[in-house]
Structure formats: C-alpha cells, structure tokens
C-alpha cells in the first residue's frame, strides 16, 4: 500500500522556524513528485512546493519563495520542508501529497502546485504561529 505521512508541525512564535517530514513508501513509480499544500480555517488548499525524485527539480509558489525550502529525497523516501521567519498568516494544517512525475512536473510550467494534480494525500499536521 502506498502511504505518506507528513509530521513536524506543532506551535512556534512569529520568526521562528520549523522542518516539517513527508515520508512516502509503497510508491514504485519510475518519478515521483512530492507536494507541499497547506490549508488555513476558511480558505482554499494552497500550493506551497514541489520536488521531484529523479532530479530534485523544485519549484515553489511565489507567496514562499525565500521562506520555504523543500530539500531532495533521502536515502529513506523522506521530503522536508523547511520554513523560516515563521509568521502567523502562515498558521495552517500542512499537508504532502504525492504523483507520478513526468518531465514537466515541477518545472513551472507544468504540473506541481494544485491539488487536482496529486491523487495521494497525506494527513497533515498542524502548524500554529503566534504573535
């Protein structure tokens, strides 16, 4: 079965800085692109990031560009996203969500930041910033 579990998220106060885990198994795709999402109470799930496994292409939304590092695979299929200058708009269960990768997934261009593109979804985990 495959499965993806996103972890690392809890409280932190503005400026601050968290790395959140996304660990995918089960997946024998030849490429698999990994997506960060993140959903705040009220408003629509937003792209964050993606990366692919092959070649660690990345791309990020311009809302976190900057602020958010997604890093490449490692050796145990786990995807972290490191975010700084933490702030409390950025209070939001964050999820990770996994697809079969192609050329043009996160190459801008293609596929990589919206939700419809990922049929496999993680739970999330909740991030809360304070003032």
């Known amino acids: 079965d495959v499965q993806l579990q996103a972890s690392g998220g809890g409280l932190v106060q503005a400026g601050g800085s968290l790395r959140l885990s996304c660990k995918a198994s089960?997946?024998?795709?030849?490429?698999?692109?990994i997506g960060w999402f993140r959903q705040a109470p009220g408003k629509e799930r937003e792209g964050l990031s993606c990366?692919?496994?092959?070649?660690?292409?990345?791309y990020y939304a311009d809302s976190v560009k900057g602020r958010f590092t997604t890093s490449s695979y490692n050796a145990e299929n786990t995807v972290y996203l490191q975010i700084n200058g933490l702030k409390p708009e950025d209070t939001a269960v964050y999820y990770c969500?996994?697809?079969?990768?192609?050329?043009?997934?996160?190459?801008?261009?293609?596929?990589?930041?919206?939700?419809?593109?990922?049929?496999?979804w993680g739970r999330g985990t909740q991030v809360t910033v304070s003032s």
């Open positions: 969500a996994a697809e079969r990768a192609d050329n043009y997934f996160c190459n801008g261009y293609g596929p990589g930041l919206r939700r419809f593109e990922y049929d496999y």
């Open positions: 089960g997946f024998t795709f030849d490429d698999l692109a």
């Open positions: 990366i692919t496994r092959k070649d660690g292409r990345t």
